[in-house]
């Protein structure tokens, strides 16, 4: 039997919400703030062992119903072997 995909699982467009709302922090006004004075994201990933990776990318925001990033990069590397 096929395993539903959790949040450590993604599918490509679906949306998980958080689950514990007393532990989200701040709200999403509080976030496109932050956001809007943003020129860079750094994304950190882990390799299969355990090793960490981080770089810095430049990005696109949109507000909506589910706000979305995008990440321009190459179409082969690290970032993406690391997926």
Known sequence: MKSQPTPSQPVE???YPIRRKDRQGIGIG????????CRVCHLAL???HGNPYAVALNFGYQSGSPPTLCFRCAKEGKKLDLN
């Open 46 to 48: 882990s390799d299969p």
């Open 13 to 15: 467009g679906k949306v």
């Open 30 to 37: 509080e976030m496109e703030n932050i956001i809007s004075r």
